[in-house]
């Protein structure tokens, strides 16, 4: 498995080359990096490498214990994902859903119009008037943008109440921090870059407005128990304790990006079960910004609604990706449907171009890990074995497909 292992690292290094976004980390040695960089080997030869390193994976016997089971099956399907990611790289154009299958290991349900109508006739109702109904609410939402200025005191507050609240039931490694940028010019809204060591650089990115909830969200997803949290988890138990080094690389279209995004987002609700999240918004986070706390219930209120729409994104990028709509199309049905003003419909067709059908490790990814989490018994009336068995999963190895 060392050997294995090994190898795995380096064809995951070759394809850096080929394909920018591919390798989102690696903190392992770095003679294996020059070693991966020198060879410069061909998507073909990638992918000749890839198929030799499954054959023989499948000729060690899998190992008795849960975590060396885990870890052999991760080894496989992440070993298929960069198959299919070289096919893909090569020309090859799956479905929508085909594509989420082989680099994810799953398949996010469909929602028809009807779905979301239902959500945005209640919305209709609550924002009446005339014009369409994404400015209407947007025209509402402005009230509840952090300022520029605010930005970083108000993030800073949200990344230590998350902390201060993993820390309790999470054993973070002695050694973890992180650094915080404020980016332009993106396609995604934050990112957690982590370099190794337990230390992460967390980038906001500032191009659109940044609404009050916001700041939770990037807090928890991107930094604690989300991202930065996993990342270290991830070092400590297998890198570090077991010598895992297939763990020092984090390959992005790979269905670890599922348990990633997954964990991220359902670790906020971990992090502020219930109510606790609005009140702590709006005792703390609101008068940090500047902004009417007595309007928090109306804006929790409505967020409610509107995040019963977050499948409408993955419809727009399965008909947009499968060719059924174009650029134009996609983000008619973001405003339409996933009440996306205009600038963040076209900021997220642009993610649809670069990360394509990635979108679904966020909200099907949140889903099963909470079905997962929950059957386990972490439901949220016993919230200490919520944290533990929340715990387990992001130190663990563990894949979509063994999510269910
Ligand atoms: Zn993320």
């Not at 994976?57 to 992440?78: S, T």
Request: aromatic content about 12%; some cysteine.
């Amino acid at each position: 498995m060392v050997k294995i292992a090994r190898e795995y690292v380096r064809l995951v290094l070759a394809m850096g080359p080929h394909d920018k976004d591919y390798v989102d980390a690696y903190y392992g040695p770095e003679d294996l990096k020059k070693e991966a960089e020198g060879a410069k080997l061909t998507l073909d030869a990638i992918g000749t490498g890839v198929k030799a390193l499954q054959a023989q994976l499948a000729a060690v016997p899998a190992p008795a214990d849960e975590l060396g089971q885990l870890r052999h099956h991760y080894l496989e399907k992440q070993l298929s994902a960069m198959a299919a990611r070289v096919q893909m790289l090569k020309g090859e154009r799956l479905s929508f859903d085909e594509e989420s299958k082989a680099l994810y290991d799953a398949v996010a349900p469909t929602y028809p119009e009807s779905h979301f109508q239902e959500v945005l006739d209640r919305l209709e109702k609550r924002f009446p008037g005339s014009g369409s109904l994404v400015d209407r609410y947007d025209a509402w939402r402005r009230a509840f943008v952090i300022p520029r200025e605010k930005l970083d005191t108000v993030f800073k507050a949200a990344i230590g109440a998350c902390r201060e609240r993993t820390a309790a039931h999470v054993t973070l490694p002695a050694a973890e921090q992180f650094t915080v940028e404020y980016v332009t010019n993106k396609s995604w809204s934050g990112y957690n870059w982590y370099q190794g060591n337990f230390k992460s650089l967390i980038q906001v990115n500032t191009d659109l407005p940044i609404y009050i909830d916001r700041a939770i969200d990037l807090a928890c997803h991107e930094g604690y128990p989300g991202h930065h949290v996993y990342n270290a988890l991830l070092e400590q138990h297998l890198v570090r304790d077991r010598g895992w080094i297939e763990f020092t690389v984090y390959p992005l279209f790979s269905p670890q990006s599922l348990i990633a995004e997954g964990t991220a987002n359902f670790g906020i609700d971990v992090t502020f079960p219930g109510r606790g999240r609005a009140v702590y918004e709006q005792s703390r986070l609101f008068p940090l910004a500047g902004l009417d706390a007595a309007r928090a219930p109306e804006y929790y209120e409505v967020m409610a609604l509107v995040d019963q729409l977050s499948y409408a994104g993955n419809e727009a990028a399965r008909k947009y990706l499968n060719g059924q709509i174009d650029a134009a199309g996609a983000a008619a049905w973001l405003e339409r449907y996933a009440l996306m003003p205009r600038e963040r419909a076209a900021q997220r067709v642009r993610f649809f171009d670069q990360y394509r059908s990635y979108v679904i490790n966020y909200n099907y990814g949140k889903d099963l890990v909470r079905t997962f989490i929950e059957s386990r018994g972490g439901t949220p009336d016993r919230p200490d074995r919520r944290w533990q068995e929340f715990e387990k999963l992001l130190s663990s190895p563990r894949l979509p497909s063994g999510l269910r």
